[in-house]
């Protein structure tokens, strides 16, 4: 499967961006979906999951409450909603399917995803 992330952008603090993922090639609706981001000179970190069927989703603490991940497996696309967002957002967010279908994390890693998104960077400003 390839994943294409995109809708990211410099926006202000306390503002929104909406980033989508989209996939082709390969199965998207039995899988769940995560997104992660990366800080420059960090480590890639989880934020959000959202299972196959849209019924259960998971967030790290530092975005729950502000972002919130849906899906729609007609469009075979992915969307994390980001609001309230804060410098400390800052990051290339990444899109990643399961290594395993109809699986889903509350709190996974990135070895429990087989397939990337390129990345698509959000920069908030003060």
């Known amino acids: 499967v390839q994943l294409q992330a995109s809708g990211g952008g410099l926006v202000q603090a306390g503002g929104s961006l909406r980033l989508s993922c989209a996939a082709s090639?390969?199965?998207?609706?039995?899988?769940?979906m995560g997104w992660f981001r990366q800080a420059q000179g960090k480590e890639r970190e989880f934020v959000a999951m959202i299972s196959w069927n849209s019924g259960r989703t998971a967030y790290a603490d530092s975005v729950k409450g502000r972002f919130t991940c849906s899906r729609d497996n007609a469009k075979n696309t992915v969307y994390l909603e980001m609001n309230s967002l804060k410098p400390e957002d800052t990051a290339v967010y990444y899109c990643a399917r399961p290594k395993i279908r109809y699986t889903f994390y509350g709190a996974p890693t990135p070895n429990d995803f087989g397939s990337w998104g390129q990345g698509t960077l959000v920069t908030v400003s003060s």
């Open positions: 090639g390969g199965t998207f609706s039995t899988y769940g």
